[in-house]
């Protein structure tokens, strides 16, 4: 199978997470796999890829993607992704995140190639303009499939408004140390959060609710793994709330399985989600794990009081009160730590990739 895949770059962020560890899979199996990016390739990917695929940076990255203001760069540009399809000749074409999706769609119109657009940012909750997600809607439509990560969004992209939509989960790949190293018998404690500095993420509620909670429990420290616009904001919360030598921020890091190995329990706070990579990761590691029930995800990974804990979403209280359950109770976490790692059964990379596999076979079979 000849499969050209597509993305803004290879960067740090969950759908070029996934898009690495389905492309390394497929080349694995002796697939021909293209990977087509809108950078300038002056930045080595983030994740590793296998050496058997072809990576192609495009030099047509624009960060007024969001606004689509300039007609005459983006005709430019889907012209020089057209190009680099066809000469890619993909058999099929994958695209990830919405405004990389809206210029494939919109390069393979006449190409007469199948095309799979993977959703992970949902227009409500996205930033996208107005008349980015008209088009959007418009361009949706002409895609073979799109895919969308959890039921729960499919509501998105209803069926009877024309879109051709299947659910697909994130894999999960299990850090590189399946053996996670007890912190049983040391007198430290590790909560962790990974993901990027930003409102979405709901990191400051996070510090909040540790803010709360920390005084009863010395022994615990907040460690938030990530980059972005919001440092400065939560640095100054951290001052503000007196624990600012109780939280770090040591950025991007490569090494997260070595902080998953040592964390005591994570924790994601976000506002809005798709589908978590590092929650999942986390539990596969059998870390106890506290996530609010934000919009799409948790709900649909979590089993609530058997292998994690929901709590109300944008509830600084609420949170507090799951951070304090766990925080006291390591037979909980011990509790959570035995059934967490049975994600794997449900979001392991076999079990995705099967479904993986039988979406190219339906859209290859319609075609």
């Known amino acids: 199978m000849k499969l050209t895949l597509i993305s803004s770059s290879l960067g740090v962020g969950g759908a070029e997470r996934v898009m690495s560890i389905i492309a390394n899979y ?3 199996k002796g697939w021909q796999i293209t990977i087509l990016t809108f950078d300038d390739g002056s930045e080595p990917p983030f994740y590793d890829l296998d050496n058997r695929i072809d990576h192609r940076p495009l030099g047509i990255e624009n960060q007024d993607d969001y606004k689509i203001s300039s007609v005459g760069k983006n ?6 992704l057209k190009r680099a399809i066809v000469a890619s000749r993909p058999k099929l074409v994958i695209s990830f995140v919405n405004t990389t999706n809206i210029m494939t769609l919109l390069a393979c119109w006449g190409l007469k190639v199948p095309t799979i657009v993977s959703e992970y940012v ?3 909750v996205g930033k996208l303009s107005t008349a980015c997600q008209l088009l959007q809607k418009w361009a949706y439509r002409r895609a073979d499939l799109i895919t969308v990560e ?4 499919l509501s998105f992209f209803p069926s009877d408004q024309g879109y051709n939509t299947f659910v697909m989960p994130n894999p999960v790949s299990l850090p590189s140390s399946e053996t996670i190293e007890s912190q049983l018998y040391t007198d430290d404690r590790h909560l962790l959060a990974i993901g990027k500095l930003t409102p979405r993420k ?11 909670v920390c005084d009863p429990h010395p022994e615990w420290t907040l460690t938030i793994l990530g980059e972005g616009e919001m440092r400065s904001e939560l640095e100054d919360l951290c001052l503000e709330l007196g624990i600012q030598d109780r939280v770090y921020m040591p950025g991007v890091v490569k090494n997260i399985d070595a902080h998953f190995r040592k964390a005591d329990i994570f924790a994601l706070t976000s506002r809005f989600e798709g589908f978590p990579v590092a929650l999942c990761e986390a539990m596969a590691c059998g870390v106890p794990v506290i996530a609010t029930d934000c919009v799409s995800g948790p709900r649909e990974i979590i089993h609530n009081g058997l292998d994690g804990l929901l ?3 944008e509830n600084v209280d609420a949170l507090a009160v799951g951070l304090d359950l766990l925080m006291s109770d390591p037979v909980k976490r011990q509790y959570f730590s035995h ?3 049975k994600i794997l059964d449900r979001f392991g990379i076999d079990p995705v990739m099967a479904i993986w596999n039988s979406a190219i076979k339906q859209v ?3 075609v």
């Open 26 to 28: 497929w080349a694995a």
């Open 75 to 80: 005709l430019r540009r889907i012209r020089i």
């Open 122 to 124: 949902y227009s409500s």
């Open 150 to 153: 959890t039921h729960g969004a």
């Open 202 to 212: 709901g990191f400051d509620l996070l510090i909040k609710a540790f803010a709360q």
């Open 311 to 313: 709590v109300v979403s």
């Open 339 to 341: 059934y967490a790692p």
């Open 364 to 366: 290859r079979d319609r």
